[in-house]
T-cell receptor, first 112, second 117 residues
């Protein structure tokens, strides 16, 4: 069975701190990888995606993620978080059957 | 940009009744749509893949007779929760890939909060 694991369930940071959220997946075939964000009271929005090529991908709002194939990981990073980054973050995997599976989510709280 | 519209946003129904949730792709054709269920403070659980013109594909553990999915057109998929019970209370979210194919991110509806009393 395919699964997506996010190790950090709840992260609390002060503004300007650096962020790294872990994501690992288990799937033997080719995958596409995504990070979605859900701000309070809003629907899911795409932060960034990896299909192929450069394993370091940059997304919106200063976020980036690195795909490490050997570790089946796709960790999300941001050098300096802002209060407005407070949200729920979901890692997702798309398999070749075009199905999407989501991780359990990480709740990020940024303290001003 | 691409928009997925979901209706209703919230619904309260009595136990034993059925509820239909609609998911529409507003400015693109969606041959495939996905239905998710999200419990409080938890992730999205894929329930089923809705395919236009054919039967939906259900994930393991999801009752196909309870969660009826119909994808009658390229812009509309419906999820009907039949004989709803309180344990069906949840947040249901539909989504669709913009180009309906691999290498296409998902666009999400705003979700439907179902409360069964």
């Amino acid at each position: 069975a395919q699964s997506v694991s996010q190790h950090n369930h709840h992260v609390i940071l002060s503004e300007a701190a650096s962020l790294e959220l872990g994501c690992n997946y288990s799937y033997g075939g080719t995958v596409n990888l995504f990070w979605y964000v859900q701000y309070p009271g809003q629907h899911l929005q795409l932060l960034l995606k990896y299909f192929s090529g450069d394993p370091l991908v940059k997304g919106i709002k200063g976020f980036e993620a690195e795909f490490i194939k050997s570790k089946f990981s796709f960790n999300l990073r941001k050098p300096s978080v802002q209060w407005s980054d407070t949200a729920e973050y979901f890692c997702a995997v798309q398999n070749t059957g075009n199905q999407f599976y989501f991780g359990t989510g990480t709740s990020l709280t940024v303290i001003p | 940009g691409a928009v997925v519209s979901q209706h209703p946003s919230w619904v309260i129904c009595k136990s034993g009744t059925s509820v239909k949730i609609e998911c529409r792709s507003l400015d693109f054709q969606a041959t495939t749509m996905f239905w998710y269920r999200q419990f409080p403070k938890q992730s999205l659980m894929l329930m089923a893949t809705s395919n236009e013109g054919s039967k939906a594909t259900y994930e393991q553990g999801v009752e196909k007779d309870k969660f009826l999915i119909n994808h009658a057109s390229l812009t509309l998929s419906t999820l009907t929760v039949t004989s709803a019970h309180p344990e069906d209370s949840s947040f249901y979210i539909c989504s669709a890939p913009l180009r309906g194919s691999y290498n296409s991110p998902l666009h999400f509806g705003n979700g439907t909060r179902l409360t069964v009393t």
